[in-house]
């Protein structure tokens, strides 16, 4: 079991920053690539970016390529997502997710279906 409890997000003029967090609980963090997705209201959730395990490899939606930057640090169980550039567009909630599946080096999962487990989701909100 994966438990997953985001934070950072918040309300931030466009062209702004924020710094989203995801703390993870149990022993399989470090096994699994971990996602951030998003959700607008009325719209489907969406895939935003995913981590491979070692944290060597990163795959971006392309409106927010060059803008965001996903990050996890293994010891302390923690992945992050940098977002620079802020847009009204990239209002939603953000959402933290971790891969269904163990122990596999080169997975870069995009599709909603792929992660097991979900965080709460923290609101982030940018105005023109």
């Known amino acids: 079991q994966v438990q997953l409890v985001e934070s950072g997000g918040g309300l931030v003029q466009a062209g702004g920053s924020l710094r989203l967090s995801c703390a993870a609980s149990g022993r399989t963090f470090s096994s699994r690539a971990m996602g951030w997705f998003r959700q607008a209201p009325g719209k489907e959730r969406e895939f935003v970016a995913t981590?491979?395990?070692?944290?060597?490899?990163?795959y971006y939606i392309d409106s927010v390529k060059g803008r965001f930057s996903i990050s996890r640090d293994n010891a302390k169980n923690t992945v992050a997502l940098q977002m620079n550039s802020l847009k009204p567009e990239d209002t939603a909630v953000y959402y933290c997710a971790a891969d269904s599946v163990l122990l596999s080096w080169d997975r870069l999962p995009s599709r909603v279906v792929d992660y097991a487990y979900w965080g709460q989701g923290t609101q982030v909100t940018v105005s023109s």
């Open positions: 981590i491979s395990r070692n944290g060597a490899s990163t």
